[in-house]
């Protein structure tokens, strides 16, 4: 690996409720994620351009992805201002969601 290039390039967020996990992150990022069956794999994917420059995620529900705020930790892109999803002003704040998984969201403001 390059050091221009991104450490991450994809992530998975477990959850136990794919409509629920969906809607909450919908709602705190304003976005429409899509959905899809996987093979059994119930998948939602935050909105992204081109896979090659751009780091991809999304939610997973499955039996073999477990919700845990142990573990890794995600910081999510809160530009242009955190502030607007979290109702308040900051650079970083962690929380857990609908499914308890400890989540983190960074802005430049």
């Known amino acids: 690996?390059?050091?221009t290039e991104?450490?991450?390039?994809?992530?998975e967020i477990a959850v136990n409720d794919i409509a629920r996990a969906k809607k909450?992150?919908?709602?705190?990022?304003?976005?429409e994620m899509q959905q899809m069956d996987m093979n059994g794999m119930l998948?939602?994917?935050?909105?992204?351009?081109n896979m090659s420059t751009n780091v991809g995620g999304g939610l997973v529900q499955?039996?073999?992805?477990?919700?845990s705020a142990?573990?890794?930790?995600?910081?999510?892109?809160?530009?242009?201002?955190?502030a607007i999803p979290?109702?308040?002003?900051?650079?970083?704040a962690f929380f857990?969601?609908?499914?308890?998984?400890?989540?983190?969201m960074h802005s430049n403001k």
């Open 1 to 3: 690996m390059k050091s």
């Open 6 to 11: 991104n450490v991450l390039n994809w992530f």
């Open 24 to 31: 909450f992150y919908d709602t705190v990022f304003d976005i």
């Open 43 to 49: 998948m939602a994917f935050f909105p992204m351009e």
């Open 62 to 67: 499955h039996e073999m992805y477990k919700p």
């Open 70 to 82: 142990d573990g890794a930790i995600i910081y999510l892109n809160g530009n242009p201002d955190l």
């Open 86 to 92: 979290l109702e308040e002003i900051g650079y970083m």
């Open 96 to 104: 857990k969601d609908t499914e308890g998984n400890k989540v983190a």
